[in-house]
């Protein structure tokens, strides 16, 4: 009987503990500084265009303050509960969890709503130079192609654009309007003509120095200085198709921009 009751109230308490976590598909995120609706993507494993659709955006441009629909896992915290606990609970980092909840100090509150980040989500660091663990699958053969490209786009530009031109190839791959993977992307044809063209001139098979696999990893990581652009072009470009997207970024002769 004893064992009965302490079954019955182990039970109860598994039941409250599972109330509190609530699977939402409308959560609200508040768009930080420095964010891009890739970030945001990869922070609640969801595709950019999806956030997109979601919040009838007719562009790829946000502002800091913007509230979103995200879909997330969310949690209302109980008694006894800290940031921690939440995090290690869950499997995500502290880190990602303020991320998720734009939360900088330790305080939760009984009753707080927390949104639940995904726990492949690794915060990303693009002035480092470390490199994080990578948001999309690649082989080692496509960091060198990456790095390759990068070099026949970006040679004798600053830094940052090589790093920009890596996550534009990053960010088509996360975009389900383009290929799927590193390969795809560099060597995709488009009514027939490739999109790159270093692939057209053979400058991809110039071999990448140190500096742009350097690159072509922080890419890979997660930097993305445009924030999430698709495209780019050198800015004596006559093509009016290229410069009527939204510029994102111009580094140097280079100009990035958006869908």
Known sequence: MIKSKKIKAL??????????????????????????????????????????????????????????????????????????????????????????????????????TLNIPSNNYTSVSPNSGQVSASVISHTEAEIDLLARLIKAEAEGQPYTAKVAVGAVVVNRVQDSRFPSTVTSVVYQKDAGYYQFTPVVNGMINKPATAEDRKAALEALSGADPTKGALYYFDDSTTNKWLWSKTVALRVDRMVFSYY
Do not use: E
Not at 15 to 34: D, E, F, K, P, R
């Open 11 to 112: 039970l109860m308490t598994m039941s409250l503990s599972l109330l509190s976590i609530q699977s939402v598909h409308a959560a609200s995120y508040t768009v930080q500084s420095g964010d891009s609706l890739y970030k945001i993507g990869r922070l609640f494993s969801t595709a950019a265009n999806t956030i997109m659709q979601n919040n009838n955006l007719s562009s790829t441009l946000i502002y800091p303050g913007q509230v979103l629909k995200v879909s997330s896992q969310t949690y209302t915290v109980k008694s006894g509960d800290s940031l921690y606990l939440i995090a290690q609970n869950f499997g995500v980092s502290v880190d990602s969890l303020r991320k998720a909840n734009n939360k900088w100090d330790n305080l939760v509150y009984l009753g707080q």
